[in-house]
Structures are given as structure tokens and as C-alpha cells.
């Protein structure tokens, strides 16, 4: 189950578990159906962002703050300081959050993009390996 605001506001957007629940799914289908074995999070996330963050369980909110290099009070409304289960996706526009989902991890580990500077947008695109037990994992 994804862990996220009921209602959140992001600068003129709301975000909702629903949307968020349809976010991960969308990377889902790129995981198991892109026959090149890559996800492109330019088709994931809201069409405004700059800049894409991921965050491993159990991150501290602090930390997730310091790498986006400003305050996001919202962290607190995930579980990623918490729960060993989902990875976290920020998505960022001119140092403000302008949405994000926690992202379980049997849908395609993301623990592998998690690095404190983020991505840009024209370098959102990872490829899909698979582990020894045959779980999908991402990298750069």
C-alpha cells in the first residue's frame, strides 16, 4: 500500500494517493513492458518538474531536505524514514516540490538512483537489470 498525503498542494497541483498510486504504476508498466529494458521517468512524473530525486527506505527526512536543498515539510507525511518496502520519488521545479509517490519496491527496486544530487530531467531515463532472485532493479 502506498503511504502518501490524502490531499497535498504543490504550487497549484494536487497531488493524491490516487495520483501517486497511478505514478507507480506507471513505472510498473515500463519495467515490465519496454521491451529496450528502460523506465523513463519524463513519463512518469508531472510535466512541470526539473529535476528527479530517490530516496532509499529508512532515509532520514533531514537527509531527503539537505539533498533537495530546501525545506519540504511535506517529508513527513511519507514513510520512507520507516519503512524498508518503498523507495521515494521527488519531483522538483525551481526548489519546490511539484510532486511525488513512494514507490514499492517489488515494482522495480529504485535503490540504485538513490544519490543526494538528483537527477535532471534529460537524464531520467535508467535501465532495468534484474537481480540473482529475478526482481527488477534500476540504474543509472
Known amino acids: 500500500m502506498l503511504l502518501c498525503s490524502v490531499l497535498a498542494w504543490f504550487g497549484g497541483t494536487i497531488w493524491t494517493a490516487g495520483l501517486a498510486e497511478h505514478r507507480s504504476r506507471a513505472v510498473l508498466a515500463q519495467v515490465e513492458g519496454d521491451p529496450a529494458g528502460v523506465v523513463d521517468f519524463t513519463r512518469v512524473g508531472p510535466s ?3 529535476r528527479v530525486y530517490f530516496f532509499h527506505p529508512y532515509t532520514p527526512p533531514e537527509y531527503v531536505q539537505q539533498s533537495l536543498g530546501f525545506r519540504w515539510p ?3 507525511q ?3 524514514a ?5 523507495n ?4 522538483v521545479r525551481d526548489e519546490r516540490v511539484v510532486g511525488w509517490f513512494e514507490h514499492p519496491r517489488n515494482r522495480g527496486d529504485l535503490m540504485g538512483l538513490a544519490t543526494a544530487a538528483g ?3 534529460d537524464r531520467a531515463q535508467f535501465r532495468v537489470s534484474r537481480d540473482q532472485e529475478g526482481r527488477a532493479v534500476l540504474f543509472p
Open 74 to 76: 511535506d517529508v513527513n
Open 82 to 86: 520507516s519503512n524498508d518496502g518503498v
Open 88 to 91: 521515494l520519488v521527488v519531483f
Open 78 to 80: 511519507t514513510s520512507i
Open 48 to 50: 512541470d518538474w526539473e
Open 119 to 121: 537527477f535532471p530531467r
